[in-house]
């Protein structure tokens, strides 16, 4: 036990240390406003522009030219986008600090949204883990290899809600559950940033997009977002609320419109919402292009008005638009009132380079040898085979044809363009990954097996072409094995930003080779790769096995391997819901019971379809097992809870099967009765679970009334007195146990109940 006299100094070191820590962070602010005293107009304009460095595919093309260096020195620049390397990024941030008047570094940006060099699943899949633990491990292993080469910044994580999966960036975000995102979006901050705050040597995440862009009418990319109020504040702004919470660093304004107001000009949502209500200080940017894309949305006559109405809402920085870099100075020379909302931007611009520690170590991001060791690390490619095994979703086993015993083949024939195809296995925004770097499926199966057990392969069909003539060498070789892996699906350039598709089902030529490989009557594991849900009723209904393995990253195919053989039992969960057709979407779970809630039977007139039942073909939060799992000995602390107060619900899973397994078990609300009508189902809490075979856990769910409020007309968050349903399963369409208890009184709220982290415990029985 120490004495005193050593408590006390220990004490007083203790104060001395945090007084040099806010001494400190003094400084850090300090210079920002120093630094602001000290710049002219153009100078400080300079700031908020961001000049792309190249193209994704033509990276650092442009920092040779002999103006883009005078940019620099000039002050005229404070960021690029599309540019990497540990190298060519020090010599242009050399030019900055050394031959600029100011020496203010430079912010260097990409899109690393799973993976830098070392590409993990796509985000979609990535939320198929249900597991934010894994998500942040992606953003984590991304931000030191990123960070290596030279960068500050990325453009990540896409948390928008998609709904509507003809939307083709559903396939970078999380999926259809506000609750679910926000759980993903926190990890991925975490990640990237390395915890709550930015911090000398981290990478910067961004929230990304901010407003309703999932929202957009018919899943058309860009296009309008016509939603209330309440689905506004409810669904698509709680995981930017748990982002910010989190300490995200920069958020991206979204390209659309919700119900006329452009949101890079909407000052409500962006200096009203996010900034005063939520209190969100950092760095806000634009989209590509962007700002000038006011004119297009005819709120703007000039590009000097668009350059008034982004500064006014609150926009930071202009990504490659150029409006900020042209035509703000005459914005400021005709309204005054401007420069204070430009000092704003550019000290909220200054404060993070500070953060980051670039007016301190501007070269920290420029070590070659780190670089090097950091791009080849083989623990990052065994954290993206781990991952992708995660995010691996078994649809259908009927007969439990999987998992494959591998001494028992002869021949197995793996089919479809897609088993060879490392592109498309990076999926969209891959950053710096490499074709050649991917253990494509092919090659992951052909590893696993013995020697012995003879490989077959045809390519059959391209899902980018109409040609069939492929299709009966690939029916012969199905016949002749003892099984088939059929990989079908989508091109990763058939997903993403730009990619909406107006049909749902699978290309014409995978569905052919589908067809026909079936029909052959021979064993068929059928492997999904796409990077959305797809309208797939027939396959559905003929095809006895089908894993959806998404666009898996550089280990997709070992991890693929690992799962067909046995080595790893499924246990992704969708989600986001399959359609049983396009005509049917946008489609979700949490729907509201209307006044004539849907009924299967076609005499009565209800909220459902003539020529197809209402319900998805695989439902949000499914997926299968190699093993089964039991439910039970519900309990919950209290029967009633009030403000301030916690009820706990527990239940113990086991293991009943033959496997050792994961499980995820998710809890569902409702409230039944209130002011105005709630969604028949919402998530509340989910927690991923190992357990051996005959193992048992006890999870226990700790919710506080808050988590139930929702956006009244009053324009506040409500928390009404009365019942709330519960349930817990295994999906939204497979739900174990229920029960039901009471809030004693009705209060007000002060956050999106979906952003609130429901506390998980996990104890082994």
Not at 162 to 187: K, N, Q, S
Request: with cysteine; hydrophobic share 45%.
């Amino acid at each position: 036990m120490s004495s005193p006299s050593r408590r006390v100094r220990v004490a007083c070191l203790v104060v001395a240390l945090l007084s040099c820590a806010d001494h400190a962070v003094a400084q850090n602010l300090s210079r920002a406003e120093t630094l602001l005293k000290k710049m002219t107009l153009d100078e400080k304009i300079g700031q908020l522009v961001q000049r792309a460095g190249g193209r994704s595919k033509t990276l650092n093309s442009k920092l040779g030219d002999d103006a883009e260096m005078d940019r620099v020195r000039a002050g005229q620049v404070g960021s690029y986008l599309h540019v990497a390397g540990a190298a060519p990024l020090a010599k242009l941030q050399k030019v900055a600090i050394e031959e600029s008047r100011l020496g203010i570094p430079l912010l260097f940006a990409t899109d690393v949204l799973h993976g830098y060099r070392t590409i993990f699943p796509v985000p979609l899949a990535l939320a198929a883990t249900w597991a934010p633990e894994s998500a942040e491990r992606a953003a984590r292993v991304g931000a030191e290899e990123a960070t290596s080469a030279g960068l500050h910044w990325t453009f990540a994580p896409v948390i928008d809600i998609a709904r509507d999966p003809r939307w083709g960036r559903v396939v970078e975000g999380a999926g259809e559950d506000p609750y679910l995102a926000a759980r993903m979006a926190v990890a991925q901050v975490n990640g990237f940033q390395g915890g709550n705050t930015l911090r000398p040597g981290a990478m910067m995440a961004t929230a990304k997009h901010f407003g309703a862009y999932g929202a957009a009418i018919g899943g058309r990319d860009y296009n309008t977002a016509d939603i209330s109020e309440r689905t506004l504040q409810e669904v698509y702004l709680p995981p930017f609320y748990a982002a910010a919470r989190a300490g995200a660093g920069s958020f991206m304004v979204a390209f659309n419109d919700i119900a006329g107001v452009p949101t890079t000009s909407n000052r409500d949502l962006l200096r009203g919402v996010l900034r005063e209500r939520w209190g969100w200080q950092g760095l806000l940017v634009s989209d590509w292009g962007a700002i000038p894309g006011l004119l297009n949305h005819g709120v703007a006559a000039d590009r000097a008005a668009a350059a008034n109405l982004a500064l006014d809402a609150s926009v930071d920085m202009d990504m490659t638009g150029g409006v900020f870099a042209e035509d703000l100075k005459a914005t400021v020379a005709r309204d005054p009132a401007r420069l204070k909302q430009l000092d704003e931007a550019v000290f909220r611009i200054l404060r993070v380079k500070e953060q980051l520690g670039l007016f301190d170590k501007p070269m920290q991001y420029h070590d070659t040898e780190r670089e090097a060791r950091e791009l080849s690390n083989p623990e990052h490619r065994a954290a993206a085979r781990a991952i992708a095994r995660q995010s691996m979703v078994l649809l259908k086993n009927e007969g439990k044809l999987l998992p494959l015993n591998p001494d028992k083949l002869r021949s197995i024939a793996v089919i479809g363009a897609l088993a060879t195809d490392g592109l498309s296995a990076l999926g969209s925004w891959r950053a710096q990954g490499k074709a050649e770097e991917v253990t494509t499926m092919l090659q992951g199966i052909t590893a696993a097996v013995p020697t012995s057990l003879k490989v077959l392969t045809a390519p059959g069909a391209d899902p980018r072409t109409a040609d069939l003539t492929g299709i009966p060498a690939a029916v012969k070789l199905a016949k002749s094995a003892d099984v088939t892996v059929l990989v079908i699906g989508e091109h990763f350039d058939l997903s993403g930003e730009g990619r909406s598709r107006s049909d749902l089902a699978l290309p014409a030529s995978q569905f052919e080779l589908a067809r026909s490989v079936l029909a052959t009557g021979k064993p068929v594991v059928v492997v999904l790769a796409n990077g959305r849900p797809l309208a797939l009723p027939w396959l559905a209904q003929n095809a006895a096995t089908i894993l959806e393995t998404w666009m898996l990253g550089v280990e997709g195919g070992n991890a693929l391997a690992d799962i067909l053989f046995g080595r790893y039992s499924p246990a992704g969960r969708l989600p986001v819901a399959f359609p049983r057709a396009t005509g049917a979407v946008p489609f979700n779970y949490a729907v509201n019971a209307t006044g004539r809630p849907a009924d299967p039977d076609l005499t009565k007139d209800t909220v459902r379809y003539h020529d197809l039942p209402i319900t998805p073909q695989f439902a949000f939060g499914h997926g299968l097992s190699y093993s089964e799992f039991s439910y039970s000995d519900l309990t919950q602390s209290t029967k009633s809870v009030g403000p301030g107060e916690r009820i706990d619900i527990s239940i113990t899973v086991e293991n009943s099967g033959d496997m050792a397994s994961d499980e995820v078990v998710q809890l569902y609300v409702r409230d039944p009765v209130a002011s105005v009508a709630r969604p028949v189902l919402e998530l509340r809490g989910f927690k991923r679970i190992d357990l051996a075979v005959g193992a048992r856990k006890r999870v226990t769910f700790s919710l506080t009334p808050e988590q139930f409020a929702f956006w009244s007309p009053r324009g506040q968050w409500l928390i009404e007195a009365g019942r709330i349903d519960f349930w817990i399963g295994a999906s939204s369409a497979d739900l174990r146990a229920n029960g039901a208890f009471e809030i004693t009184k009705t209060h007000t709220g002060t956050a999106p109940a979906a952003a609130l982290p429901t506390r998980v415990i996990v104890a082994t029985n």
